[in-house]
């Protein structure tokens, strides 16, 4: 190559350098700070987040969704009024476009969730059903949506909220009909038609140690003892600071993990009365350091799923009006002292 031209080439190299336009070297590629995903993943655990459908249209939010986790939840897409609008019509619309979208982000799916008091269809609710056609209806329902995500998903929340906070079987139409027999028949049936999928039993307000949590035990204990499939318990974490921190809860994951099941802390959120201060946002903060720490201290603790990431999709403010800002995520997508919390959890800078 000729003097002058070579001199150029390297000016021009020298000006790209100063001005931080290298093509992608490898120590480039390593200054992108890790996503929470891949730091839960040097731990063996993942960190996910649920999401719903009207919300993909957002692109500044599915362009976080899909980078900064590698579990996805949907938060209403699998329910059963979603799913089975009508008597033996399913509709797998809003299901099949979160799997689909987490696929092709490299994504796992917490598929939720099968059998729960709420959520349920009218042509369900609106009649009475003698005990063998409501099992018959159960059945059919699981097997079908098991058997249509199969292998797509990584896991099944397959009976949700079963219990009362004093540890008593929730008053459902499962458990006013079926008996409390109906948790295992649901499991069984699930494994039947997706025998790789993780089965969970998945609840709110069991993180600490106490009688609805102590209820979870005794029925894992049982169900281990009967061998039904089931091989992880939900715990979902919608905290609240007002209430004060579980601070029980990784002797709880614990005590699960003893009896040879995962955990997983699958719903979380922490929400505050508003506004939301300074103060309150640290202490939000630390909680969050807290739960994941928990996680990573119980070796079958598998993850970590917010419910949803953004301050801007979160069921709060709608449930309990007045209070709100639960999320690592500001209502901008903006990282939050909780995001920086996580972070610091997990090992990151
Ligand atoms: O689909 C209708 C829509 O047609 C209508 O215009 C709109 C008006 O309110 O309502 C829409 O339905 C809402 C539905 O979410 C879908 O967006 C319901 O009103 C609303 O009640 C429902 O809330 C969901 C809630 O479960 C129901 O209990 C939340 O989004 C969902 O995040 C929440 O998730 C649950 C978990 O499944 C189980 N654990 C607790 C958690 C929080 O409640």
Redesign the pocket.
Known sequence: MPKTRLRLVGALAAVLVAAGVTTGTPAQAHERPATLAELAHRHGRYFGS?T?N?ELTDTAYTSVLGSEFDMITP??GM?WYATEPQQGVFDWTNGDEIVDLARANHQRVRA??LV?H??LPDWLTGRDWTADELRAVLKKHIQTEVRHYRGKVYSWDVV??AFNEDGTYRDTIWYRTLGPGYIADALRWAHQADPHAKLYLND?NIEAVGPKSDAYYRLAQELKAQRVPLDGVGL?A?LALQYGYPTTLEDNLRRFSRLGLDTALT?VDVRMILPATDEKLAQQADWYRDLTAACLAVRRCVGITV?DYTDKYS?IP??FPGEGAALPYDEQLRPKPAYFAIRQALGGK
Do not use: L
């Open positions: 649920a719903d009207p938060g209403n329910k939720h969730t729960w709420s959520q949700n909220e709110y979902q919608h719903e419910w069921w709608a449930f």
